[in-house]
């Protein structure tokens, strides 16, 4: 399985499964939660097909 992998500024790894619709934002209702004043509450979507991952903003 496919997995979206972040690097944070102390080298510490957080890995997210590419399985269905993933969202990203500074809302903690979001798969992948942003602590930083310039994201948006709703930032994005990823969607991963057998091919690729979409990425949309919202």
Do not use: W, Y
């Not at 399985?1 to 997210?16: S, Y």
């Not at 969202?23 to 942003?34: A, H, K, M, P, W």
């Not at 991963?48 to 903003?57: L, R, T």
């Amino acid at each position: 399985m496919a997995t979206l992998v972040f690097v944070l500024e102390d080298e510490r790894e957080i890995n997210v499964p590419l399985e269905g619709l993933i969202t990203l934002g500074s809302s903690e209702d979001n798969d992948v939660v942003v602590d930083d004043a310039t994201i948006s509450a709703k930032h994005a979507v990823l969607e991963p097909s057998h091919q690729a991952v979409m990425c949309s903003a919202t």
